[in-house]
């Protein structure tokens, strides 16, 4: 019994050697998780872009700037001259922190009273958030600390009034809630999943069924099998985006803030190269089960690298570029456009430009792949 036991063991590892995709897809997803979430994710985010409204322009908000930057949390982009500039550098996406004195700012510390110092944080990401906010309060506490001992003489009061006072006014997502940053991204991973996975299997059944030359000797021009395979494909991606989006607005009060017919038609500007890949696996893969392996292993650094939960301010930079060549990080910065901040296409145009660079690249790759596998 046991030489039998010992034989087929020893089969079914021979078997794992020869299929070489099964086994880099075996030690390859832990390795990839490994090394993702060891060295690319960190939710310690710092350089976080950040614009100044300074209508103070005096040494004390000067000082306070300073003091931002110096902890590397912040990096001062521009100074904007007003409040529509403020915003949209906000709405753009340009910043995600815009600093703003009020012109008496410096005068009511010089006088003994507390200056304000408005911190306007963008909210779409609770974690980038909540640091943005912890680290601007402490600059706060710090910068009080200095300017007591200034002005008591290092001796002291009963009641001294604080010099600074921060005021923190988070935008798009004032609650900082979970569901409103993670179902607009959740959108953009569902689509890549279902079109990645069916595009790439709708060849590959025919092919492991012995049904695909069958088909190609038909008068079914090679366009219209093709076109065949892949309109269900779309029409499920946007049903499920439908379906997705309503159920967040019903349950966990997720609205959409900007144009829906945008957002549908930058969802089909999405699905083209994502189709694209999972045409280049189904020329690649030669049954079921290696085209669903390889999808993972596609679709796993998609989740990670992208945006959708991690920071990738705080990514090192090999990790941040290899995101932007991913068509999912460029839909999640529109669609969290769209979603939270209601802006429209002037304020994502660059995001847009990526996807459709992206677009022709994969699908350059995915046809010469297919006329390949036909010759």
């Known amino acids: 019994m046991w030489n039998r036991i010992k034989a087929l063991v020893w089969k079914e590892f021979l078997q794992l050697r020869r299929d070489r995709l099964t086994l880099a897809f075996t030690l390859g997803m832990p390795l ?15 350089h976080m872009p950040a614009v100044v409204l300074d209508e103070s322009q005096s040494q004390e908000s000067r000082s306070f700037v300073d003091g931002l930057v110096a902890t590397q949390y912040f990096d001062v982009k521009a100074e904007v001259r007003s409040e529509t500039d403020l915003r949209k550098a906000l709405d753009r996406g340009k910043a995600q922190v815009g600093v703003w004195f009020p012109p008496d700012y410096a005068r009511r510390i ?52 604080m010099p600074v006072e921060v005021r923190i006014r ?17 959108v953009g991973v569902i689509l890549s999943m279902t079109c990645i996975m069916f595009a790439s299997n709708a060849i590959v059944r025919e092919k492991e069924r012995g049904t695909l030359d069958q088909v ?26 439908t379906v997705l989006f309503g159920v967040a607005h019903l349950f966990f009060k997720v609205p959409v803030a ?32 290696q085209s ?50 209601g802006v429209g296409l002037e304020a994502f145009w660059p ?7 992206l677009t022709a690249l994969i699908w350059t790759v995915a046809i010469r792949s297919m006329k390949r596998a036909e010759v």
Do not use: C
Request: glycine share 10%; net charge positive; hydrophobic share 50%.
């Open 258 to 289: 900007g144009s829906v017919l945008l957002l549908y038609a930058m969802a089909g500007l999405f699905i083209v190269p994502m189709l694209g890949i999972g045409i280049r696996i189904s020329t690649i893969a030669q049954s079921q089960g």
């Open 32 to 46: 990839m998780q490994l090394v993702i979430f060891g060295l690319a994710i960190n939710y310690d985010v710092k």
């Open 170 to 186: 988070p935008w798009y997502n004032p609650d900082l809630r979970s569901p409103t940053f993670i179902v607009p991204g959740l």
């Open 110 to 161: 010089r006088s003994g009273q507390t200056g304000e110092v408005m911190i306007i944080v963008d909210g779409s990401s609770p974690t980038t958030a909540s640091s943005a906010m912890a680290t601007a309060t402490g600059v706060g506490q710090l910068r009080n600390t200095q300017l007591l001992f200034d002005r008591m003489g290092y001796g002291g009061a009963a009641k001294p009034v």
């Open 351 to 357: 995001e847009v430009l990526k996807l459709l660079a």
């Open 292 to 341: 669903a392996q390889m999808s993972m292993l596609t679709i796993l650094p998609f989740v990670f690298l992208s945006g959708y939960i991690f920071p990738r301010e705080g990514m090192p930079l090999p990790f941040f570029l290899i995101g932007e060549l991913m068509p999912l990080t460029h839909f999640i910065i529109i669609i969290r456009a769209l979603v939270l901040r």
């Open 216 to 241: 190609l000797v038909t008068p079914v021009t090679p366009l219209e099998l093709f076109a065949g395979k892949v309109i269900p494909v779309v029409v499920m991606a946007y049903v499920q985006m």
